[in-house]
């Protein structure tokens, strides 16, 4: 049994472990009650309802009268209900059902989950590409204790790390032959968050010079098994494609709309290029994993330049970036890079975390404005009418440093001569250091919210 535990947990040093749990809880627990996580539970909480009430098939109606309406995958919806179902049963029996914030630490512990299950498979993925133990502890610490995880992830409760687990599960399957599971995660993360596709297309990329009909067949699953998943949606559940759609991102956002060339978005036209390019190298050069976590993190900054959405859909560009730093020749630098990185996500952080409220003092709430209403300035107003210009600088500047962060990977890249002299020898001391950002930005809504 020790063994298995070992073999589960083992995968970080102890001391480096206990830290990662601590900080994840700590995190879990101060952002207990906002607004993303709390509609998830209320989601699936609401779909088990409808289920043992026999009124499934109008759960999208249910949703809407509360003005809820999901735009997630109904299978990630069922799934995300199949884990709360426990405690939705023990909470009836004891009438707590209303007690929502147990619910929502609950998916937290499925985040703290998922997130650990990816930094196992990053480990397992860098590990077959004859990436040091030291290095794998390293880039796994860095992205657990990032502002990434801890705050949009485990913090805020979005839950695109279960999806990205799934794809990292694919990528690892694929490093290690397994075709069966290669198919089948793939498949599985795109139900679960189809914004995965920008870490699996590479990977069917990678596994066309590896075996092309593996290729074919996972590439014809993904697309096929995901139409008949929106099918059978709408069949099981009125006018459920109202709120999702095959690849939402590009039905549900009409920034995307913005720059087109003969009517297509510009960003499905850069994306297709950037595949179409790493296609083409992959013919005339050696295409690797190094070649492949390039081609998802320049999908990624191009996906987010373009749309200028959300900053917690920086984890899936966090994930394969952090994994960059293992072939980086040196590694001190490319760690400072991405601590930069950090900072600037931090602040993008601020400025859309709660739609502005934390600078703009709308609704009782911002430090900033706080501090300068104390003085006779209506910094509501004032920084209510910057906001879009605020908004704009910040996310270009994020995107500007994901572009760079990549551009000097590239630039350190070596292959898999790893000098001794070159290792950060304190994993757990730079997995700390990169928790700062992550902290500083907590400290800072939170207190904002508590004046």
Known sequence: MISGIKKVFGFLPAKSF???????????????????????????????????????????????????????????????????????????????????????????????????????????????????????????????????????????GQIDAFGLLFAMLCFLSLQKGSRTGFVIYAVVSILLKPFVVFIIVPLLIYAWFKDKKLSIICAVSVVAVYFVHNLLSDVLIQDYSRGSKFWNMFVFYPRLMEWTVLGIPLVIILIA??????????????????HVLLCQTVLLVIFEALIRQHPQWFIYFAVSAVMLMAFCNRSKIAFLLFIILEIVYCLCGIVFFDEGNIITSYSDAGLIGKILDYNGFNAGEYFGSLMPDISAITITLLSVMSLVYVIGAILLHRSYDNKKEDEITHPLLSAIIAYIPSLALSAFVTVGYII
């Open 18 to 156: 206990i830290f990662v749990v601590i900080a994840s809880i700590i995190s879990a627990v101060l952002f207990a009650h906002f607004y993303d996580v709390s509609v998830l539970a209320i989601w699936w909480r609401t779909l088990l309802d409808c289920i043992s009430e026999g009124n499934f098939s109008q759960y999208q109606h249910v949703l809407a009268s509360m003005n809820l309406e999901t735009n997630y995958p109904l299978f990630l919806n069922i799934v995300a209900s199949v884990w709360i179902l426990p405690l939705h049963i023990i909470l009836n029996i004891f009438h707590l059902e209303s007690h929502l914030w147990i619910y929502i630490l609950w998916i937290k512990v499925l985040l703290i989950i998922s997130n650990l299950g990816i930094a196992k498979a990053m480990q397992g993925i860098l590990e077959s590409s004859g990436v040091s133990k030291e290095r794998q502890i390293n880039v796994s610490l860095i992205y657990l204790l990032s502002p990434f995880v801890q705050f949009y992830s485990i913090g805020m």
């Open 273 to 290: 290029l950037v595949c179409l390019f790493f296609l083409i190298w992959g013919i005339f050069r050696p295409f690797g994993v190094f």
